[in-house]
């Protein structure tokens, strides 16, 4: 009797089950092989030698240099976007924040009401231009350099040399590439899923996009590791100290990308890996008009207005927390009291969760947004130097090592900002899968944080 389609398709699914998950690359290298074999029998070479691009890649994706190459290349790529950053970061900054001032002065001198300029200058332009000055700089940056090293081709043999740690945990080798893009950006990571053709795998590149810190945790970050770890190393070595701390912070993260697809790939995203045959193309020179346009036009323009249009909204609600009094208190210290419980179980306080809650739309609001809950100041607020930033925190406010630990990973596993979780959304166009993406992160983030803070409590 002849078989029908179903059972056809039924009996494809056992042999399927049983040939194991490493049958497609073994089908692969025998093709490879076979094709080597017919080469070297209808062909003769006299003295060959191997080309340029050849003897690259004999180094590039080599077993033994190949990931600590393309580490250190990446880690030059992250020191050029943070440290040439700093200067126009501070100098667009200040002619922001000159344009704020005089923006001011000439509402007073108009006879505005102070509400109105307040909310107008000191909070919604504030937010804008605070947003601006730290976002701006960092992506004009890394996106030209990221842009660079995938019109070189070398972006391709990123995705050779990480497949194997992503097939392993179920998810696909070219969300190295997304997972490397959101370290400038998640938003632009999440665009990147694209180069993903598998539905399931580019949603678990999605949805494990945000555990790598992008741009606007860097402030954080680095304060962070300033204060607490390189204050504890003699001068010479506090910087190298504090850098190897923000680095190890960036591998929990990519640890934890690999940990949470793992995740993913067996409970709500299961099924069979896709096939990954990956040629590698040749190097070419890069094409600088070509880099300019995609970096400056395509992902930094691109991610920097939406950053923009949810910004605007978060400088105002901070503005009218700061300012709205009942009692003798802002509504900014009521909401922080309310918080402090939860704060304080997880090793934080609740200053630093209600800095979170408003910094949704944009991260690189916590620091001032923090600081301006701690001093009772009527806008967001900024210190000179991290000598009043020690005193403020440590001396004033009883800020730990615990403190410093926790902040960091929440820094990292937190909830995504408004403009990835709208480029989620955009993605996937999927409320489901929008809210797992911005819901995820936060519970693992109070997870590990409340983990930490009773082991360390028991224990140091």
Not at 66 to 82: E, H, K, R, S
Not at 177 to 206: K, Q, Y
Not at 214 to 233: K, Q
Not at 337 to 348: E, M, N
Request: include cysteine; aromatic fraction near 10%.
């Amino acid at each position: 009797m002849t078989p029908s389609p179903t059972d056809v398709i039924r009996r494809a699914a056992e042999l399927r089950e049983a040939l194991g998950g490493t049958f497609r690359d073994e089908a692969v290298r025998a093709l490879y092989a076979e094709a080597g074999e017919v080469a070297r029998r209808a062909v003769r070479t006299q003295g060959a030698r191997l080309d340029l691009d050849q003897r690259i890649d004999r180094i590039v994706t080599s077993p033994v240099f190949g990931l600590p190459l393309m580490a250190l290349l990446l880690a030059v790529v992250f020191w050029i976007t943070v440290a040439g950053a700093n200067v126009p970061s501070n100098l667009l900054a200040r002619a922001l924040f000159a344009i704020e001032g005089a923006a001011v002065q000439l509402f007073d001198q108009l006879g505005a009401p102070w509400w109105l300029t307040g909310f107008l200058w000191n909070g919604v332009y504030r937010g804008l231009a605070w947003v601006v000055s730290v976002m701006l700089p960092p992506m004009a940056i890394f996106f030209p350099l990221f842009t660079m090293l995938e019109d070189l081709g070398y972006l391709p043999r990123v995705a050779f040399n990480l497949d194997f740690l992503f097939r392993r945990a179920g998810a696909h080798g070219k969300q190295a590439l997304t997972m490397a893009m959101g370290f400038g950006c998640n938003a632009a990571g999440v665009i990147a899923t694209r180069v993903i053709d598998s539905p399931r795998e580019r949603l678990i590149a999605i949805l494990t996009n945000n555990f790598v810190p992008c741009n606007g945790r860097y402030p954080t970050l680095i304060m962070l590791a300033t204060i607490f770890v390189g204050a504890s190393f003699p001068a010479a070595f506090a910087s190298v100290a504090a850098a190897g701390a923000v680095v190890a912070i960036v591998c929990v993260g990519v640890a934890m990308t690999l940990a949470v697809s793992w995740a993913l790939s067996r409970t709500l995203l299961r099924g069979e890996a896709s096939a990954f045959t990956l040629e590698l193309p040749p190097y070419r020179r890069p094409s600088v008009l070509r880099i300019l346009y995609t970096s400056l036009i395509d992902r930094t323009l691109f991610v920097l207005w939406r950053a923009v249009m949810t910004a605007a909204p978060a400088g105002a609600v901070i503005w009218l927390l700061a300012n709205i009094h009942v009692g003798g208190a802002s509504l900014a210290q009521y909401a922080a009291g309310g918080l402090d419980p939860l704060g304080r179980a997880i090793g934080l306080d609740g200053a630093v969760l209600l800095a979170y809650v408003i910094a949704i739309p944009a991260n690189e609001i916590v620091v001032p947004t923090l600081m301006m809950i701690y001093t009772g100041a009527g806008m967001m607020t900024d210190v000179t130097s991290l000598d009043d930033l020690q005193r403020l925190l440590v001396d004033q406010n009883g800020w730990t090592l615990l403190t410093a630990v926790n902040l960091m990973l929440f820094s990292l596993l937190h909830n995504p900002c408004a403009t990835t979780i709208l480029t989620i959304y955009r993605e996937t166009m999927s409320v489901r899968w929008t809210a797992i993406g911005a819901l995820l992160p936060l519970a693992i983030g109070f997870a590990v944080t409340f983990v930490v803070a009773t082991v360390w409590r028991l224990f140091i």
